[in-house]
C-alpha cells in the first residue's frame, strides 16, 4: 500500500476556491507543556506532541488546538477524520481559501508547519 503524502488538499466543489487541507499526523500524547505542538515535517508525516493524555478525546481536542494556532483558523474548521483512537491521524482542515496552484499552497502550508516545528524545538 503506498504511503500517503503528509499534506494533500482536496476542493470542496468545482466552483469554489475553498479546499480542505488534509495532513497524515502521529501524535505523541503526555508530553511536558513546554514540548507541545508541531515537532517535525516529513513527506509523510507530521509529528505533533500533546499534553493531555489520550482519555476521553482530550489528546483529540489538543491536536485540534495546536493546528487551530499554527494555521490561524477556528478550531470548529478542523476535524479529526481517521485514527479517532489511534498515534496516527488525518486531520480535516476546512476553509483553506488559496489564489495559488496546488503545489504552491502545499509548499506554503508545509513552511507553515516547519516554521512551527522550529519553535516547537
Do not use: W
Not at 31 to 38: A, I, L
Not at 90 to 102: F, L, M, P, S
Amino acid at each position: 500500500m503506498p504511503l500517503r503524502p503528509a499534506i494533500r488538499l482536496a476542493a470542496n466543489s468545482t466552483k469554489s476556491a475553498v479546499k480542505y487541507l488534509y495532513l497524515q499526523c502521529h501524535v505523541k500524547p503526555g508530553v511536558t507543556k513546554q514540548r507541545e505542538g508541531v515537532v517535525s515535517v516529513s513527506d509523510t508525516l507530521i509529528e505533533v506532541c500533546v499534553s493531555a493524555h489520550p482519555e476521553d478525546g482530550l489528546a483529540n481536542l489538543s491536536v485540534r488546538n495546536v493546528f487551530s494556532d499554527v494555521f490561524k483558523c477556528p478550531k470548529s474548521d478542523i476535524k479529526i477524520i481517521r485514527g479517532l483512537k489511534s498515534r496516527v491521524k488525518t486531520v480535516a482542515i476546512a476553509g483553506i481559501d488559496i489564489e495559488e496552484n496546488g503545489e504552491e499552497c502545499i509548499s506554503r502550508i508545509r513552511r507553515q508547519l516547519q516554521s512551527a516545528a522550529e519553535k516547537c524545538n
